[in-house]
């Protein structure tokens, strides 16, 4: 998981694209509103942390598009 990274800016005329990523339930967010992407993002994070629901210990992944943004690594991903 990198801490540092970096997203590129879209093409002009071109929206954002925002996705947000949960292991074993898929895409639960997908537009162009950013504070909308983040509060989904924020929520999946404190289920997986909470161990709520089928969040519970998944990786959540915040893309911006198609790049990841905000990344959490959930309790549940493999421990080699």
């Known amino acids: 998981m990198n801490k540092n990274t ?7 005329g071109t929206q954002s694209a925002f996705e947000v990523i949960v292991g074993n339930i898929g895409t639960v967010y997908r537009g162009s509103n950013f ?3 983040s509060c989904k993002f924020a929520e999946y994070v404190k289920q997986s942390k909470t ?3 089928r969040a519970r210990g998944e990786d959540v992944t915040l893309m911006h598009n198609g790049e990841p943004r905000k990344e959490h690594a959930g309790s549940n991903g493999n421990k080699d």
């Open 35 to 37: 504070m909308q992407a």
């Open 51 to 53: 161990g709520y629901g």
């Open 6 to 12: 970096t997203t590129t800016k879209p093409a002009e």
